[in-house]
């Protein structure tokens, strides 16, 4: 099975360097071209399965780089991005999202938030069950910024001080395989 993991296109939020977190947003025009264009390569892909996030950005692009019905969709609650609690809707800048960014192995959520080895843990669940579902053909996620960096933490076994180590910019598309039972980087 390969499986290509997307990231929703762009969001006023994202541009305005606001966490959205799991709040409802949606695509902005560019964010709405972003999944246009990331379409003109994985429209060319068979996909046995579609797989999104349940916040509206990333069904969204899904919709759009398919041309594919939500109704056709898998809608995945473990796919949805981390939860920031309280902070949610504060500047990426803010002095208590310092450490999520510059040394995720310190990060502490408010209260009412995930940390990021929760998140890596339902997301990572996610990808175990379905692994080996579809065997020798292709499935399309569409999930977010951090929910895909936590896929590629578990996935490759690095210390969470290397969380952010790959850019995963709006519309990017990291494709993984399970073909020999472990998740891997396919070489391009």
Not at 88 to 117: N, V
């Amino acid at each position: 099975m390969k499986v290509y993991i997307m990231r929703h296109g762009e969001t006023d939020a994202n541009k305005e360097r606001i966490i959205q977190g799991q709040r409802n947003t949606h695509l902005n025009e560019e964010g709405k071209k972003q999944a246009i264009e990331a379409g003109k390569i994985i429209k060319k892909i068979d996909f046995a399965a579609v797989y999104t996030s349940p916040l509206e950005r990333a069904i969204e692009t899904a919709e759009l780089a398919t041309g594919r019905s939500r109704e056709e969709f898998h809608i995945e609650k473990r796919l949805a991005e981390i939860s920031f609690g309280e902070l949610e809707g504060c500047s990426i800048m803010d002095d208590k999202l310092y450490a999520f960014f510059a040394a995720p192995e310190q990060y502490q959520p408010p209260e009412d938030g995930e940390t990021l080895e929760e998140l890596s843990k339902r997301v990572w669940e996610f990808m175990e069950e379905i692994k080996g579902k579809y065997p020798n053909q292709n499935v399309l996620l569409v999930s977010h910024g951090a929910a895909i960096h936590a896929i590629w933490y578990k996935m490759t076994g690095i210390s969470m001080k290397d969380f952010w180590k790959i850019k995963v910019g709006n519309c990017t598309i990291l494709e993984v395989s399970d073909e020999t039972g472990e998740y891997r980087e396919e070489e391009k």
